[in-house]
């Protein structure tokens, strides 16, 4: 929403800092001259939020000031989901360069298992596309190669891969969590 009104329909009946026109500028303004813009300034900006104005222009005689607000950006969605819906057009799943497939199966304290680990900070998938079978299950066999979730970071798809031969025992993240690096993915019981 933009407003265009000069200073003394804006504040209304109110007597305030709206009243009388900016005149801080140029290197002759006294500090108290720019100080009282600054509270002009600030009220505008108290105006915006509470009206829930983007756009604000002030004219006062001469003087003219002019005032925009950044909108909130809507949350990303992640591009597996939005790719799966068109028809025709796969997700396209890309690695950086020199990116890691994955984390090395690390021993689980005391457990015998191995830890699948996520090399990056992103949103965790289980299936390429909503309507497909996830990568892998509880008690699917794994090897080195087998993709076992996407982790989607920076619009970008990237391919986890299991890195270690076993049967995939306990998954710890659901599909659409954030996932930190380092965090714990699935555990597999070696061969």
């Known amino acids: 929403m933009t407003l265009q009104s000069d200073a003394r329909s804006l504040s209304g009946s109110r007597a305030g800092p709206l009243d009388c026109p900016f005149r801080a500028s140029g290197k002759d303004a006294t500090m108290a001259e720019k100080d009282a813009d600054v509270q002009k ?17 002030i004219r006062h005689g001469e003087d003219y000031v002019s005032l925009q607000r950044a909108l909130p950006q809507p949350p990303a969605t992640a591009l597996g989901p939005m790719m799966a819906a068109l028809p025709g057009v796969g997700t396209p799943l890309m ?6 497939l994955g984390q090395p199966g690390a021993p689980a304290q005391g457990t015998g298992l191995l830890e699948i680990k996520s090399p990056i ?3 965790l998938y289980e299936a390429p596309s909503p309507d497909s079978e996830p990568y892998v299950e509880i008690g699917s066999h794994v090897d080195p190669q087998t993709v076992v979730c996407i982790i989607e970071a920076m619009k970008v798809m990237n391919e986890i ?3 270690v031969s076993g049967t995939i025992v306990e998954k710890t993240v659901a599909t659409g969590q954030a996932v930190e690096y380092g965090q714990v993915l699935c555990r597999v019981r070696p061969d």
């Open 41 to 57: 300034i600030k009220e505008l900006l108290k105006i915006m939020k509470e009206n829930d104005l983007v756009k604000i222009d």
């Open 95 to 100: 690695m950086p360069q020199g990116a890691p």
């Open 121 to 123: 900070v992103g949103t």
């Open 161 to 163: 891969r299991a890195e």
